[in-house]
């Protein structure tokens, strides 16, 4: 008798069925594809040029440099959802991009710009940056400039855009092509005990976190253990100008020209201080080759004033929401903006004291000033007294985010619970009093990347802390002179991230719920979540989009 594996074995009806099954399956998402690409093809748009009759601006333009784009975005990739806001809300407040011709016409002829002027890019030469990034060009009527490593036309590596990708580009009239340089290599790696681990290729160099010191492979004389050149002069100048060199010849070779932007790799570092010797070699081919170089980063507005050979740019981090951007083009500018709210009906409970708050279905996005706080403050919370609060925060790791249990702005008297930099923190401050530290603990590394489910647990004058279903701390108790007070959430960048002094803070189904004296549940006083109908809404769009993904990563 056979056994019931030998029967499934010989079970052809079955198979036949399963094997159908996903025939029709392939087949339909082999069409739905085909459909997206046929239009892709054949329904190409191009873009529009403005009026430049009515350009009258002289005070010169803001620069945005994006790493790259993904479907659903990385660390350092940018979601394509997120670019889409962000491009909406430059494209809201007025902002025209700008080509190439244009940035050389203002400075060498004087030619004036749009009243706003953007010069949008994006680095690294990436095919996904230019599949997710054309469709919302196309919408905006938005001209880019993609940047490519020269080491990588010809390559097998098929990430990277190849000349025939670029040409095609650039007939839409959509893209322009600048350069990073010809490679992504780096030179004197240093590792936080100081041993030298030498020269690196960005694929091999994972680990920065660990290090002490590195930087870019034409920015500096290769060094030993003890920081003392390898390399005299004469080798020094020889090896930077053969990759100057390499990079011409194979831009011209495969491309028929070099691209006319640059955008150096490291930025801020060339006329930064850096070793003169390197630097005069680095600014003669950038002059020789090049018509325009962005060389710093961290300011985003170029004024006449400004150099074609030392422009500056922002380079957007993938976490940055919409408001961090709008934010930071009001610290640069000093121009007015108007912030993304989202949701009016959930921002209704709030009340914004400071900083600028993004209401997204069920979370609060939360971005400080600069070098200040964002503070959001839920209305008719002040007679909340015995609560459990719970609520995932999934800012970046670097950077301060906080949940007020009692926030008395009168008094100026607060209990809260922060987590600063991978630490979660328990502070007090009385009225007339100083802030106090009565309880920190540290988070292991691990949880540095990835949102935190915290819950608080309140109690009189005594509180208990979890993290990630673990608790870290119960009844721990503060100055029973703090009663009352509203729910609060606070934003604050950090100061170990000298980059960057605006900070998103990500608050997700905040929930506080009344709970009696033997700690259970009671009421339910405030809701973010999704519940219901909502919630059925909520997942429903969640699959479907996670087939979309699957879709994508399979075929």
Not at 212 to 221: A, R
Not at 318 to 332: G, Q
């Amino acid at each position: 008798m056979k056994n019931k594996d030998e029967s499934r074995a010989f079970d052809f009806e079955r198979k036949n069925k399963i094997k159908m099954t996903k025939t029709i399956v392939q087949a339909i998402i082999l069409l739905v594809l085909g459909y997206l690409l046929y239009h892709a093809i054949f329904d190409a748009k191009h873009y529009a040029e403005p009026d430049k009759t009515q350009w009258t601006n002289d005070n010169g333009f803001i620069s945005l440099s994006y790493f790259g784009v993904a479907r659903k975005g990385t660390t350092e990739l940018i979601a394509k959802k997120r670019l889409d806001e962000q491009l909406k809300a430059l494209y809201d407040h007025g902002y025209t991009t700008i080509s190439q011709q244009d940035v050389l016409d203002y400075y060498q002829k004087g030619k004036p710009l749009p009243p706003k002027a953007l010069f949008l890019s994006f680095e690294d030469g990436r095919n996904d940056s230019s599949l997710f990034a054309q469709p919302l060009l196309e919408k905006y009527n938005f001209k880019a400039t993609i940047l490519s490593y020269a080491n990588k036309i010809g390559s097998k590596e098929s990430k990277f855009l190849q000349p025939k990708d670029m040409h095609k580009m650039m007939k839409t009239g959509y893209w322009e092509l600048g350069s990073n340089g010809y490679r992504l290599t780096y030179i004197n790696i240093f590792d936080k005990s100081g041993k030298l681990i030498g020269v690196k290729d960005e694929k091999e160099f994972k680990d920065r976190e660990n290090t002490s010191y590195y930087t870019h492979y034409l920015m500096d004389f290769i060094r030993d253990e003890d920081h003392v050149p390898l390399e005299n002069r004469k080798e020094m100048e020889a090896r930077v100008n053969a990759d100057y060199k390499s990079m011409k010849e194979l831009y011209t070779s495969a491309l028929g020209f070099v691209p006319p932007v640059y955008m150096i790799m490291h930025a801020n570092h060339l006329y930064g201080g850096m070793n003169r010797l390197v630097e005069n070699v680095n600014s003669e081919n950038i002059k020789a080759i090049f018509g325009m170089h962005f060389n710093r980063e961290g300011n985003m507005l170029n004024g006449s004033d400004k150099d074609l050979y030392d422009l500056t740019r922002v380079q957007p981090a993938s976490y940055w929401y919409t408001n961090h951007l709008l934010m930071k083009i009001r610290k640069d500018t000093g121009e007015q903006v108007t912030f993304v709210t989202g949701d009016k009906q959930r921002a209704a409970n709030f009340e914004s004291v400071t900083g600028a708050a993004e209401f997204d279905e069920n979370r609060i996005a939360l971005t400080s000033l600069p070098g200040g706080k964002g503070l959001l403050l839920l209305k008719d919370s002040n007679a909340y007294q015995d609560v459990k609060l719970t609520a995932e925060l999934g800012g970046h790791s670097v950077g301060n985010q906080s949940v007020y249990l009692r926030y008395d702005r009168k008094k100026d008297a607060f209990v809260r619970v922060s987590i600063l930099d991978n630490e979660v923190l328990l502070e007090q401050k009385t009225a007339g009093g100083k802030v106090e530290q009565i309880f920190a603990v540290k988070l292991e590394e691990q949880a540095a990347e990835r949102s935190k489910k915290l819950q608080v647990v309140l109690k009189g004058d005594k509180a208990s802390i979890t993290v990630d279903d673990q608790l870290l701390v119960s009844d721990q108790q503060f100055n029973e002179s703090i009663q009352s007070g509203q729910v609060g959430l606070e934003s604050k960048a950090s100061s170990k991230n000298a980059k960057d002094d605006i900070y998103d803070a990500v608050f997700d189904n905040l929930k506080i719920v009344k709970i009696t004296e033997d700690g259970s549940e009671q009421e339910m006083l405030f809701t973010n979540g999704y519940a219901g109908v909502e919630g059925v809404i909520s997942r429903i769009k969640n699959a479907i989009d996670a087939s979309f993904d699957w879709a994508i990563d399979t075929f």
